[in-house]
């Protein structure tokens, strides 16, 4: 069975420093994704990780997938305020779309 | 122009009942879903239809129905409604189911309070 985990779970960092996100799961897995969410909203989707060695960046946010190890990060350069949101990591399950997502990291920027 | 819409925002209603929440997207998707948010914010997969034909069905009481007309539109039907029940409710798209790494598309979500 495809477990995802996430740590940390809750993240409070300063402005201007830097943090990653892990993202580990149990079984075989071709994509990875990455949603942020803030509070009361929707998912909006960051990034799609679909292969070994896979490295996306957006801004301040830089994603990577390590499919030996079965870890993908994310990473937050320089944060600032407005990157404060819960973060989901979620992994492909089979070929029909189901996601498995991670339990959320909640990230709070803190001046 | 919103490409996952889903009606209503937020339902609140009485145990026993039931009710229904309707999803609608306008970006030329093949599969939808619906996911279950739960008050720790997680999120699991409920249901999948691909062209109108179901293709995920996870563990969930027969109380839950899903229904697709058409591929633009996915609703899901909820009888006798039970506490544990409340949650938000999300509707997404995705262009296939999983294929080339689709990406799904969130709706705006769903606030069920069962009381």
């Known amino acids: 069975e495809l477990k995802v985990e996430q740590n940390p779970l809750f993240l409070s960092m300063q402005e201007g420093k830097n943090y990653t996100i892990y993202c580990n799961y149990s079984t075989t897995s071709d994509r990875l994704y990455w949603y942020r969410q803030d509070p009361g909203k929707s998912l909006e989707s960051l990034f799609v990780l679909l292969s070994n060695g896979a490295v996306k960046q957006e801004g301040r946010l830089m994603a990577s997938l390590d499919t030996k190890a079965r870890l993908s990060t994310l990473h937050i350069t320089a944060a600032v305020h407005d990157l404060s949101a819960t973060y989901f990591c979620a992994a492909l399950k089979g070929w029909y779309g189901k996601l498995i997502f991670g339990q959320g990291t909640e990230l709070s920027v803190k001046p | 122009d919103t490409a996952v819409s889903q009606t209503p925002k937020y339902l609140v209603t009485q145990m026993g009942n039931d009710k229904s929440i309707k999803c609608e997207q306008n970006?030329?998707?093949?599969?939808m879903y619906w996911y279950k948010q739960d008050s720790k914010k997680f999120l699991k997969i409920m249901f999948s239809y691909n062209n109108k034909e179901l293709i995920i069905n996870e563990t969930v009481p027969n109380r839950f129905s899903p229904k697709s007309p058409d591929k633009a539109h996915l609703n899901l039907h909820i009888n006798s409604l039970e506490l544990g029940d409340s949650a938000v409710y999300f509707c997404?798209?995705?262009?296939?189911?999983?294929?080339?790494?689709?990406?799904?598309?969130f709706g705006p979500g769903t606030r069920l309070t069962v009381l």
């Open positions: 997404a798209s995705s262009h296939s189911s999983g294929g080339a790494g689709d990406t799904q598309y």
């Open positions: 970006l030329g998707h093949d599969t």
